[in-house]
T-cell receptor
Framework: DGGITQSPKYLFRKEGQNVTLSCEQN?????MYWYRQDPGQGLRLIYY???????QKGDIAEGYSVSREKKESFPLTVTSAQKNPTAFYLC????????????FGPGTRLLVL | DQQVKQNSPSLSVQEGRISILNCDYT??????FLWYKKYPAEGPTFLIS?????DKNEDGRFTVFLNKSAKHLSLHIVPSQPGDSAVYFC??????????????FGKGTKLSVKP
């Protein structure tokens, strides 16, 4: 079954703690994306990667970091520098050639204790 | 400055009637427009898209219309069903530059279809 998986579904962060959200895809897609959704807001782009070992900042990258060591995986770390991390985080992917559609994972809800 | 705008936060329609969701954009550098449907606590699912060189695309109960001169697109759902109740996001794809392929999303419209 091809798709995008995100884990965990819920994540709790203590003050000053870094946490990492997992995103894995077996669709053989080249590009991967991380978005943040807040209530009443659209999806805002945090980071994206079009090839392995390369990634670019999106519109709200401050306080976040990513890596792209494998084509299938694009983990997102929410660092202690992100002062308002409570949100719903969505990972997406798409093929670079012939694909305008991004496909989304089920999301991770991050809450601050 | 929002490049993709969905000015109606919510819409309520009766089952069986038409739902019309609207979206405006300000940038001419988009080559595709997409609609996604999202249920609470789930990821968005792709519904339908339209190329900037077309003015209509239809898929079953869903039709998207594009008016390039007005920089406006709309999603029509006919007939509306209670299962269509969700948040609908309009998105536009950037077609040039370093962010080629990236999507710009509107804030969404919450559709409620009443039985």
């Amino acid at each position: 079954d091809g798709g995008i998986t995100q884990s965990p579904k819920y994540l709790f962060r203590k003050e000053g703690q870094n946490v990492t959200l997992s995103c894995e895809q077996n669709l053989n897609h080249d590009a991967m994306y991380w978005y943040r959704q807040d209530p009443g807001q659209g999806l805002r782009l945090i980071y994206y990667s079009q090839i392995v070992n390369d990634f670019q900042k999106g519109d709200i990258a401050e306080g976040y970091s990513v890596s792209r060591e494998k084509k299938e995986s694009f983990p997102l770390t929410v660092t202690s520098a992100q002062k308002n991390p409570t949100a719903f985080y969505l990972c997406a992917s798409r093929p670079l050639s012939g694909g305008e559609t991004q496909y989304f994972g089920p999301g991770t809800r991050l809450l601050v204790l | 400055d929002q490049q993709v705008k969905q000015n109606s936060p919510s819409l309520s329609v009766q089952e069986g009637r038409i739902s019309i969701l609207n979206c405006d954009y300000t940038n001419s550098m988009f080559d595709y427009f997409l609609w996604y449907k999202k249920y609470p606590a789930e990821g968005p699912t792709f519904l339908i898209s339209i190329s900037s060189i077309k003015d209509k695309n239809e898929d079953g109960r869903f039709t998207v219309f594009l008016n390039k001169s007005a920089k406006h697109l709309s999603l029509h759902i006919v007939p509306s069903q209670p299962g269509d109740s969700a948040v609908y996001f309009c998105a536009a794809r950037v077609f040039y530059g370093g962010s080629q392929g990236n999507l710009i999303f509107g804030k969404g419209t919450k559709l409620s279809v009443k039985p």
